[in-house]
Structures are given as structure tokens and as C-alpha cells.
């Protein structure tokens, strides 16, 4: 019985789970709206702001410029929620077209003045203490808004990015006028398009003279930030020659394989992985300027990493290779953020329909920021939105340790929403390492993400280190294979990553299933646990190693009969929510007069996305509730704000963290405490990851007699929300507002002697749901 493979399976809400959002609130003003006394002297100072801003845009009706005047509203500290943006952003909106453009910081609004009428519609308003008292009791100053410029004191090319005036016509002419006028100072510009309305500028060897000419010249006043263009080289250290006998695999003929694209410096076409290297390729660079030393290193860990550790880490039956070198040899010349961004886009657009996982072991040298998300990412996610793919990228490398100090932050690119983002621990140590089997490694960057996004979101082994009695570095690394075909061990997130990676392949291989990422995400992240080894404490565990290292291609298709893993995959659209008030939980599992068991629950979703609003950058959410009630019951639908006829009574929200007993959880050191136990409060927080993993033992007795006997009947709740830039932009454009999502439930008895997976099943036939094990391409054996 415990040896049992039984697939994991799909299921789908019934139309009777459907809702609709229903309208509540009250129309009364919050408590801490200011007295009118006091918002007549804020409205006196803030149009005597607007009144100066008149007097510019006057100016500039008179000049014919193109460019609007900008402004920035800071917010005060306690009034950054969504429904007090909303107001503020209200009171700026004076026509049609939106003129407020989005965030420079999390609490400072972007507004733009297309003219001296709208100008004095803000000031008529801003005068209006009564009607906007809501409004103007949550602004802190209005001042003129200032480029972001990081200035270097040698000759640079600088990274220019414009203002996105959210008006495609505006933007055009904007950017055509900025292009002119800097080739008219004659500079040398190179553009590209990160995202279709997302352009960065590149201005070629830019003096402090230069710099000043740009400084004074009119469209710079439709820039947004200028920095330093980010250049950055690789580099591969390697320990000495394992001097250990591989056997060559082969693939099997006739067998179709997954391939993985290495978006790297090249792959050396040694004897191990000849036979596995696609034939097409894809290079930005002649030979000469190859080097293929990092790349060939990463393929070895994709086709060969079990094989050369001797371990089942991630059990694939072999996966192809593509090569795309989008990195020349950076010892000859490094390269420069936008010429990466543009070899990357090239790759995936031409191979994009054969291969759909992508390995990218590079990062950024700079750390992300706290506050918004970087142009790197912003690309990244573009391409998988734009092909459908799948990236695994490396959080990045720091040296910190080597000097005492802690762990950086995750690079640039690792902040990535689409992208799964990787994170290294360690698989041995030697008497020199720092960090034990099984914790994160010492050179390995930490999260969380900008916006406190969860970032890794899980790691793999890549390696450890120390110094020794020289203070010199050491490191014990993972094997793979160095330009001449021969073993050689080194570290890094680059060597974790592509673990992953191939298991993102692995899985979609083992599948008949079209390739879906969010799935793909949604399996490994669900699989993903934290080692009895591990010794970091429960709250900083989401910030060094995410969710955890995922399992084995076997282990996240299969159950065993004492456990059920449901997949819903579906989207939500704005206006809507899911509501199943007949979740299939099993009988079995009633244990005495309460519920028992464990519950994991991940989900993972496509916000949608918008990088003119930086820490808002992801404009949507979705909460989830899973947990107990009474009964359902009737409702009268045509009273006010009634539209669904059924409801429930006496519900409970099971995945909260106030539902369980801290001297319990303290107290309880089992292997499910110990690797499984997660629950984060989310809040209305908006991460494109959430997962919990409750075990109902730890129950206040409380909370138990009140939610968990066995008459209680169980739910599962899902509800989009938007943000208000994003809501006022679908308005605009006459579209639709959804976000796709895939939810996995899993369900076990821990003590392994419940038929779990059969009753589920036929709780499911019983409430009529749609269900079907997953697609899986090779033939199994299994229980009938």
C-alpha cells in the first residue's frame, strides 16, 4: 500500500461556485479625516503649489511644448491603503483621459498637467474642503516632480528612462522629440524595448559636459531616472579535476525529449553532452568571443547532475540542451544591460516554440530595490507573458561572507514575477564550510523581492564554502564538467538553478499536458519543503530559502493512498469570486468528534502587471479561505446588494495563523512541524505566490470544538482584487480585467492508514465535480 503511485488529479468548479463580488461599506467618513480648520490651511498651501504649476503650464501653452508639466503628491505615512490612493488619485482626475501616471515611491503619486484648464479644475477642487476632506486629510506635500540621476564622475553610457504618460499618442511624440534633441547634442543613442511600452535608452560615452547639456535641454524634462548603464562580466572558478569516470548517456531513440535553453556564455561540444545538445543553437557572438567555460557547466548540472552526485535530487530521464550564448567572454569585454536584455529577447523569439524552459544563470551585479521592481525583470516577465515560457533564474552570488558580513539581497532580474527564482544550499560540508548540509549556502542572496514579494521562492543545491586558516576561500562545490570534458567541482546559484530547471522540464516531459507554467510553478513550489536539518528559525525561513527544495519528478506526480493532491486551475475575473461550499474533504479524516489531518494549500497566479507603478508594479491579487462552516443558507436577492441566493453560516478561515495554538506548534516536532508547517499572513498583500501548510492537531481546543467537529461542512474561497491605476485603465480601454491562477490543495492523514485519495475521489463524484488524474506520457502501473 505505501508504495502505491497514484496520480495527482485536476478538478473544476461547478457553475453554482461561481459568485458575484457583492457592494458593502459605508458612506461615513473614517474618524481620522481632519477638522475643517485644519484642511482649509492644507487646501490654502496646496493651491498655492498648483497655482505656481499654473503659471509654468501657461508657459508652455504659449511655447507649444510637447511635454506636459509633472508633479508628485506625497501621501502621509498611515493613509498608503488602496482606498485612500483611490481618493487621492480622485481628486487629480480631471477629465476622460487619466493624467495620474503612477508611483515614484510607495507613497508618492505621479500627476500630470496637460493645461491651465486642468489646473485650475485641481484648484477649484482642492478648495472644496467638504467634498474632498477624505482626499486632502491623506496628501502630506504636492511639489514638482525631479529626475532620478545617478551621476559618475568618468565617461559612461547612461541608462535614460522617460516618463510613461500613459497615452500611446503622447508617448510617441515625446519619445520622437527626446530621440531628435540628444541626437542633436550629438550624442549616440541605441533604443530598446524592454516591454512594447516599456523603452530604455542607452546614450553612448557620455561626458560630465554632456551630461550637463542633457541636463539643460528641454526634453529632459520627460525623463524619468538617468543612471550609469549596468555592465557586468562572468566568471567561472573551478576546483581541480574530480578525476572521476562518467558514463556517457545517450538518449533513446525514438523517445521525445524536453529541451532546456541555456541563455549563457555557450556550451563546449564535449562527448557527455554532445549527444544531448540540440542542433539548433543560437549565439550573438563569433567564436572568438565565446568562452563557454560558465555555460558548459550549467548544461552539465541540466543532463548529468543526479548521475555525477549520485543522488536521485531530481530524477529526470534525461533532458536536451539548447545552447543560446547571449554572453560573450567578459574577459575579453563585459556587456551591457540593454545588449543582454536584447540577446535574450532574440533567443526566446526564435526557439520559443520547441523549447519552452529556459536557464538563465546570470544576474545583475546590483541589489534589487526595496521599493520597485527592476527593468531587468520587467523584460523578463514580458518575454514569458509574450511566448509562454518559463524561466528559472539565479537569485545571484555574494562575496559578503568572505569579510563577516551578512547575506545581500537578491540581484536585479531575480525580482522577476513570472520567472521561478532559485536559491542555493548546501549538499555536504568539509571542515572548513560555514554553512551546514541542507542551509543555505554562504555565498547564496536572500529576499524578499521589492514589495516584500517572496523571492527565491526555492532552492537546490549549489555548493559550499569557508576560509581556511589563511582566511583564504574555500569552497566545496557540485560537480560538473569544465571545456575539456572532464569533472570539476564549483559553486554558486548558477549550479542550483539549473537543477530546477531541469526538473521544470522533467515534469513537463512526464506529462501529456500542454506546457503550462503557472502549472509547472504550482508543482514544484507545492512539493517544495524545508530539510529536519535546516536550523534557520520558522520566520526568517520564507527569506533565505523561500518555500523550500522541491521534490523529485516522481514524488510530485504521485500520491500515496493515505493523501490527495487537487489541481483547479481556472482564472477569476474582476466583479466574480469562487466560492465551493461542498469541498471534497474525506470522512475518514474525522477522527473522534473532530477533524484531523494536514493541509497544504499553494497558489499561484498571473498578476497583471504595469511598470510605470514601481512598488505596484504587480496591479492584482487574489485571497484565498479555505476552512469550516455551519450551513448554507438562503438569501433574498432582491433586497440592495444581494446577487447571490446562497451563502454560508458560521464560516472560519482555517489557514490563519490565529486559528492555531502557539504552545502546540512550540511544542510539536514532528516531521510535518519540522518540514511542512507554513502559514504566513498575507494579508491583502500582493504576492503572485501563497501557500500554507496547516496541520489541524495544532488547533487551539477552542478553536477545535468551535470549527473542526465532525458535522462542520468545508469551503474553498477565491477573490480577485485590482488595484485602482489598473481598474481606471480597463475603464478607459473597454477591457476585461482577469487573472489566471493555479490552485493545489493537498490533503494527509499523517498517521498513513486512511484511504484518503478514495474518498476524495468520491466526495468529488458525489458533488458533482469535473475531475481527471493528470495526463502522464509514459505508461505505470497502478492500483485499479
Not at 232 to 247: F, H, Q, R
Request: glycine share 6%; hydrophobic share 35%.
Amino acid at each position: 500500500m505505501e508504495n502505491e503511485r497514484l496520480p495527482i488529479k485536476f478538478f473544476a468548479k461547478r457553475e453554482v461556485d461561481n459568485l458575484r463580488v457583492e457592494a458593502g461599506g459605508s458612506g461615513d467618513l473614517p474618524k481620522w479625516v481632519l477638522d475643517e480648520r485644519t484642511l482649509v490651511r492644507k487646501s490654502e498651501s496646496f493651491v498655492n503649489t498648483v497655482e505656481s504649476f499654473k503659471k509654468e503650464v501657461l508657459k508652455k501653452e504659449n511655447s507649444n511644448s510637447v511635454i506636459p508639466l509633472v508633479f508628485k503628491t506625497k501621501i502621509v505615512d498611515d493613509a498608503t491603503a488602496k482606498t485612500h490612493r483611490k481618493e487621492v488619485s480622485n481628486l487629480f482626475k480631471t477629465g476622460a483621459q487619466n493624467n495620474v501616471l503612477g508611483l515614484a515611491e510607495a507613497d508618492e503619486i505621479i500627476i500630470k498637467l496637460e493645461g491651465s484648464k486642468e489646473a485650475e479644475a485641481i484648484i477649484e477642487r482642492l478648495k472644496n474642503t467638504e467634498k474632498f476632506a477624505y482626499a486632502l486629510s491623506c496628501i502630506d506635500s504636492i511639489e514638482e516632480f525631479k529626475p532620478v540621476i545617478v551621476k559618475s564622475e568618468k565617461e559612461e553610457d547612461y541608462k535614460v528612462r522617460l516618463i510613461n504618460f500613459q497615452n500611446y499618442e503622447q508617448n510617441t511624440s515625446i519619445r520622437n522629440y527626446f530621440e531628435k534633441s540628444v541626437s542633436d547634442l550629438g550624442l549616440q543613442l541605441e533604443k530598446t524595448n524592454y516591454t512594447s511600452d516599456h523603452v530604455i535608452y542607452n546614450i553612448k560615452s557620455v561626458s560630465q559636459d554632456a551630461l550637463q547639456l542633457i541636463n539643460n535641454d528641454e526634453a529632459f524634462e520627460a525623463v524619468y531616472s538617468i543612471e550609469p548603464m549596468p555592465k557586468y562580466k562572468v566568471a567561472l572558478d573551478m576546483g581541480p579535476n574530480e578525476d572521476m569516470g562518467v558514463d556517457i548517456l545517450l538518449p533513446e531513440d525514438g523517445k521525445e525529449y524536453a529541451t532546456v535553453g541555456i541563455l549563457d556564455n555557450g556550451i563546449s561540444n564535449i562527448p557527455h553532452l554532445k549527444p544531448w545538445l540540440s542542433e539548433e543553437s543560437w549565439t550573438a557572438y563569433p567564436e572568438g568571443y565565446m568562452k563557454k567555460n560558465h555555460g558548459t557547466f550549467v548544461s552539465g548540472v541540466v543532463v548529468y547532475g543526479d548521475q555525477l552526485e549520485d543522488r536521485e535530487w531530481v530524477g529526470t530521464n534525461g533532458v536536451k540542451v539548447l545552447d543560446a550564448c547571449v554572453f560573450p567572454d567578459t574577459d575579453k569585454e563585459g556587456i551591457s544591460e540593454d545588449e543582454l536584455i536584447r540577446n535574450i529577447q532574440e533567443a526566446i523569439k526564435t526557439h520559443y516554440k520547441e523549447v519552452k524552459v529556459w536557464n538563465l544563470s546570470i544576474s545583475v551585479t546590483t541589489p534589487v530595490d526595496e521599493t520597485s521592481f527592476s527593468d531587468f525583470a520587467v523584460a523578463l516577465d514580458d518575454l514569458q507573458d509574450k511566448y509562454s515560457v518559463l524561466i528559472c533564474k539565479s537569485a545571484g552570488n555574494c562575496s559578503n561572507f568572505t569579510i563577516g558580513h551578512p547575506k545581500g539581497k537578491i540581484h536585479q532580474g531575480a525580482d522577476s514575477i513570472r520567472s521561478i527564482v532559485v536559491g542555493s544550499i548546501a549538499h555536504k560540508k568539509s571542515n572548513t564550510d560555514l554553512a551546514d548540509v541542507d542551509n543555505p549556502s554562504p555565498f547564496t542572496r536572500i529576499g524578499r523581492g521589492p514589495s516584500y514579494i517572496i523571492k527565491p521562492e526555492v532552492v537546490h543545491y549549489g555548493g559550499n564554502a569557508g576560509l581556511n586558516e589563511q582566511n583564504e576561500l574555500v569552497t566545496t562545490g557540485v560537480k560538473s564538467f569544465g571545456l575539456d570534458g572532464s569533472v570539476h567541482q564549483s559553486v554558486g546559484t548558477s549550479y542550483s538553478t539549473p537543477r530546477i530547471a531541469a526538473l521544470a522540464a522533467g515534469l513537463y516531459q512526464e506529462m501529456d499536458e500542454e506546457f503550462d507554467p503557472l502549472l509547472l510553478k504550482a508543482l514544484m513550489i507545492h512539493s517544495a519543503s524545508y530539510s529536519e536539518l535546516l536550523k534557520i528559525p520558522n520566520v526568517e525561513r520564507v527569506n533565505q530559502v523561500g518555500f523550500g527544495k522541491p521534490q523529485n519528478v516522481r514524488n510530485i506526480l504521485y500520491n500515496s493512498p493515505n493523501e490527495a493532491t487537487l489541481i483547479l486551475r481556472d482564472e477569476i475575473s474582476k466583479g466574480e469570486y469562487i466560492d465551493i461550499m461542498d469541498f471534497p474533504m474525506p470522512d475518514c479524516l474525522t477522527e473522534g468528534d473532530y477533524y484531523s489531518g494536514q493541509i497544504i494549500v499553494t497558489l499561484v497566479y498571473n498578476p497583471i502587471l504595469d511598470s510605470s507603478q514601481r512598488a505596484e508594479y504587480s496591479q492584482s491579487n487574489i485571497d484565498i479561505k479555505m476552512g469550516t462552516y455551519d450551513t448554507k443558507k438562503d438569501r433574498d436577492t432582491t433586497r440592495r446588494n444581494i446577487l447571490n441566493p446562497v451563502g454560508r453560516d458560521g464560516s472560519k478561515n482555517l489557514l490563519l495563523e490565529s486559528a492555531y495554538s502557539k504552545t502546540k506548534m512550540k511544542n510539536n516536532q514532528d516531521d510535518f512541524a519540522l518540514r511542512e508547517r507554513l502559514l504566513i499572513q498575507y494579508g491583502d498583500k500582493y504576492y503572485p505566490v501563497k501557500k500554507y501548510a496547516v496541520d489541524l492537531s495544532e488547533m487551539t481546543e477552542a478553536n477545535q470544538l468551535k470549527y473542526t467537529t465532525k458535522d462542520k461542512k468545508w469551503y474553498l474561497f477565491l477573490r480577485g482584487l485590482f488595484r485602482d491605476h489598473i481598474e481606471t485603465k480597463a475603464q478607459q480601454e473597454e477591457t476585461d480585467l482577469s487573472q489566471d491562477f493555479c490552485l493545489m490543495v493537498t490533503i494527509k492523514d499523517p498517521t498513513g492508514t486512511k484511504p484518503v485519495y478514495d474518498q476524495v475521489n468520491q466526495k468529488l463524484d458525489e458533488y458533482n465535480f469535473w475531475h481527471n488524474n493528470i495526463k502522464l506520457s509514459n505508461e505505470v502501473t497502478l492500483r485499479t
